[in-house]
């Protein structure tokens, strides 16, 4: 299933004595071990700290033969789960709706949204599976170059290089491919970023040596301005 956003799971303490679940970029995967009756979980939404309870339930599906006497299996795939919030209505406008000059009508704004948000966003992109990565409102991918800036980071030992930028109201988000170039591993100092950045978050604090599987990871840059104009 998968719900509007990340989420926590609140679930019994016993719980993987019956099913294995897991919580991976907004989608819940339940796989069940055995067939068990209602069990109330809570999905938490990280973003809003809405709870969602859901109840599951796992039945046993029965086998069936065929001509010769071979059991077949009778249970099928389903298909995903969406799992929407409803917003409650909002308040009328005190003006009672005025009409607009011009005879215009007016238009709701979509809302922007925020750095957390936005960062999120990015990393799904970068890390999340493709069928998982998905759309958040308001945003949307805008063009960056991806030419080195070797001097990203003052002092440190590494390659710098954007690979994709979004945008959402008045903010934008850089992601920024990092590797290592020494032989020594090393915890990504955000406090020697150039430039004027209103967050910087590292997809790993810690990267490897050079050569090793764990030398490269992302760095997330939001500034009111495109990534060129905040260096």
């Not at 029965?62 to 209505?89: C, F, M, R, Y």
Request: net charge neutral; proline share 6%.
């Amino acid at each position: 299933m998968t719900l509007p956003a990340d989420a926590l799971l609140r679930m019994p303490s016993d719980m993987d004595s019956v099913a294995r679940i897991e919580s991976i970029a907004g989608t819940i995967y339940v796989t069940a071990l055995v067939p068990f009756t209602a069990i109330r979980i809570i999905a938490e939404l990280v973003d809003s700290g809405q709870q969602i309870p859901m109840d599951l339930i796992a039945t046993a599906t029965p086998d069936a033969k065929d001509s010769k006497g071979k059991v077949v299996s009778t249970q099928s795939a389903k298909g995903e789960l969406q799992v929407s919030v409803i917003e409650p209505a909002t308040v009328p406008n005190p003006i009672g709706g005025a009409a607009l000059s011009g005879g215009q009508s007016q238009q709701q704004e979509s809302v922007a949204a925020d750095m957390v948000q936005l960062t999120r966003h990015a990393a799904r992109q970068l890390y999340a599976p493709r069928r998982l990565a998905g759309g958040t409102p308001g945003v949307s991918q805008v063009g960056v170059g991806t030419e080195p800036v070797p001097t990203l980071f003052r002092g440190a030992a590494v390659d710098a290089a954007p690979i994709g930028q979004w945008k959402s109201g008045n903010l934008y988000v850089t992601a920024v491919r990092v590797t290592n170039r020494s032989r020594f591993a090393l915890e990504l100092p955000l406090e020697s970023l150039r430039g004027r950045w209103l967050s910087a978050t590292a997809q790993h604090g810690r990267i490897g040596a050079a050569g090793t599987d764990t030398d490269t990871t992302a760095v997330y840059l939001v500034c009111d301005r495109t990534f060129e104009s905040c260096l």
